[in-house]
């Protein structure tokens, strides 16, 4: 299921990070750019990277030789 499927969850856990100052400005720039706050911006990017790993460990792949 993707994680954006989540959306209407209640809130009720906190994730913070310690990063480097200027990670944190490109986020606010990168979040001032789409619109959203950093929050939004960062659960977005998340989420997606998170759907992405998921899939990508959920598939198996196989030379054409092993398929047959």
Not at 7 to 19: G, Q, V
Not at 23 to 38: C, P
């Amino acid at each position: 299921m993707p994680l954006a499927v989540l959306e209407n969850e209640t809130k009720s856990t906190r994730f913070d990070l310690r990063i480097e100052p200027s990670r944190k400005s490109a986020y606010e720039r990168a979040a001032a750019i789409n619109g959203q706050t950093v929050s939004q911006w960062t659960l977005a990017n998340l989420d997606a990277a998170a759907d992405r790993d998921i899939a990508a460990a959920r598939t198996l792949h196989l030379t054409d030789e092993a398929f047959a």
